[in-house]
């Protein structure tokens, strides 16, 4: 693994930024107190906060992403049943398989545009049947805005399409919302209006918002007190954890709206290289992630990697560059020129490819 320092510019994840001062502040001055006795009262009004921004009941603070999806699919399944989702989603793809192993779910993809699923796509794999024969759909999870759909969100129709027929078939909606407020910040559309559809959200703090850990499950009050005991029974209860809170509290207060940032850098990142031969473009870039084609990957990262530049490979020609809190306008040219130098020296021989750990 190639050695980050001072003068590197990395896209491979908006995980990677480090907490500001200001957020360091907050979370060495945190109140705090034994969160799995429900004492730590900056958690408290963390889970409360998170669940009033998304119009919920009840919310949970958890370690991960990947615990959040698993305890909303463990909260409102039982082992056998099946969930639908699709190809290209977060849990599908990189969550270690653990609805399978943990939860003893089915799982039925769904292919569809840019990482998302449509009703029509969905209705003729809901499977409601007395036959004993058949796993039975338990529940729908959307993924907004999608990862390896380069940043792109659900319209509020789509959505209320895939209520609808979750409604029809007595069917849960889960989204996974690790990235939901640059859907917020990118459409206009309130994080409540995009919830209000689902029986579950999740999102991440350590994503786009800055922090250093950690992501909310929120939904009902029943399902969120069912997620809390298995977020106990998979090891994910934590103590004095309000340090960690507190960061989560002060990416909502600072950190929402400069997400404009990281879509405007993206869009520029784009835009400037858009006229070099050796670079294409596979779908759209309306928030922070810019996935791009290369005819030699070997080449291009070598190139990259050498002039200070990180990118993830994400497979044959095709690299993921995502912007971040940590990356400024100095960071954007210099990321420009050393694309321009990569793609320069690429030939057209095949792509190489590399391991996928995106998130």
């Given at each position: 693994?190639?050695?980050?320092?001072?003068?590197?510019?990395?896209?491979?994840?908006?995980?990677?930024?480090?907490?500001?001062?200001?957020?360091?502040?907050?979370?060495?001055?945190?109140?705090?107190?034994?969160?799995?006795?429900?004492?730590?009262?900056?958690?408290?009004?963390?889970?409360?906060?998170?669940?009033?921004?998304?119009?919920?009941?009840?919310?949970?603070?958890?370690?991960?992403?990947?615990?959040?999806?698993?305890?909303?699919?463990?909260?409102?399944?039982?082992?056998?049943?099946?969930?639908?989702?699709?190809?290209e989603s977060h849990p599908?793809?990189?969550?270690?398989?653990?609805?399978?192993?943990?939860?003893?779910?089915?799982?039925?993809?769904?292919?569809?545009?840019?990482?998302?699923?449509?009703?029509?796509?969905?209705?003729?794999?809901?499977?409601?049947?007395?036959?004993?024969?058949?796993?039975?759909?338990?529940?729908?999870?959307?993924?907004?805005?999608?990862?390896?759909?380069?940043?792109?969100?659900?319209?509020?129709?789509?959505?209320?399409?895939?209520?609808?027929?979750?409604?029809?078939?007595?069917?849960?909606?889960?989204?996974?919302?690790?990235?939901?407020?640059?859907?917020?910040?990118?459409?206009?559309?309130?994080?409540?209006?995009?919830?209000?559809?689902?029986?579950?959200?999740?999102?991440?703090?350590?994503?786009?918002?800055?922090?250093?850990?950690?992501?909310?499950?929120?939904?009902?009050?029943?399902?969120?007190?069912?997620?809390?005991?298995?977020?106990?029974?998979?090891?994910?209860?934590?103590?004095?954890?309000?340090?960690?809170?507190?960061?989560?509290?002060?990416?909502?207060?600072?950190?929402?709206?400069?997400?404009?940032?990281?879509?405007?850098?993206?869009?520029?990142?784009?835009?400037?290289?858009?006229?070099?031969?050796?670079?294409?473009?596979p779908m759209p870039t309306?928030?922070?992630?810019?996935?791009?084609?290369?005819?030699?990957?070997?080449?291009?990262?070598?190139?990259?990697?050498?002039?200070?530049?990180?990118?993830?490979n994400t497979g044959p020609?095709?690299?993921?560059?995502?912007?971040?809190?940590?990356?400024?306008?100095?960071?954007?040219?210099?990321?420009?020129?050393?694309?321009?130098?990569?793609?320069?020296?690429?030939?057209?021989?095949?792509?190489?490819?590399?391991?996928?750990?995106?998130?």
């Amino acid at each position: 693994m190639t050695p980050s320092n001072e003068n590197t510019v990395d896209l491979r994840s908006d995980t990677l930024t480090k907490p500001t001062a200001a957020m360091r502040e907050a979370m060495a001055s945190a109140e705090v107190g034994d969160d799995v006795f429900g004492e730590d009262p900056t958690v408290a009004e963390l889970e409360r906060r998170s669940a009033e921004l998304l119009g919920k009941e009840a919310g949970l603070f958890v370690p991960s992403g990947t615990m959040a999806n698993l305890l909303a699919f463990l909260s409102q399944t039982r082992p056998s049943d099946t969930l639908i989702l699709s190809g290209e989603s977060h849990p599908f793809n990189y969550e270690g398989g653990n609805v399978a192993l943990v939860g003893g779910l089915m799982t039925r993809t769904i292919d569809g545009p840019l990482g998302m699923m449509s009703a029509d796509a969905i209705q003729p794999f809901i499977m409601k049947s007395a036959d004993h024969h058949f796993s039975q759909t338990a529940i729908i999870s959307i993924e907004n805005t999608t990862n390896r759909g380069g940043g792109n969100m659900y319209s509020l129709e789509t959505i209320a399409g895939i209520r609808a027929l979750a409604d029809e078939h007595a069917v849960k909606l889960h989204c996974d919302g690790a990235r939901l407020f640059n859907a917020v910040v990118a459409s206009g559309i309130s994080a409540a209006d995009y919830a209000r559809d689902m029986d579950t959200v999740c999102f991440c703090f350590s994503k786009g918002l800055g922090a250093p850990v950690g992501s909310v499950l929120t939904g009902t009050r029943a399902v969120v007190e069912e997620a809390h005991r298995f977020r106990k029974l998979l090891g994910g209860g934590m103590r004095q954890v309000g340090i960690l809170a507190a960061a989560g509290i002060y990416a909502l207060d600072h950190h929402i709206e400069r997400l404009a940032d990281d879509h405007r850098r993206a869009a520029q990142f784009r835009e400037a290289l858009e006229s070099i031969p050796e670079i294409s473009f596979p779908m759209p870039t309306p928030t922070n992630i810019v996935f791009l084609d290369v005819p030699d990957a070997e080449t291009f990262h070598a190139e990259a990697e050498a002039g200070g530049l990180r990118l993830v490979n994400t497979g044959p020609g095709r690299f993921r560059a995502v912007f971040h809190l940590d990356v400024d306008d100095d960071g954007l040219e210099k990321a420009i020129v050393v694309c321009k130098r990569a793609a320069g020296k690429c030939s057209q021989g095949s792509a190489k490819p590399q391991p996928d750990r995106s998130n």
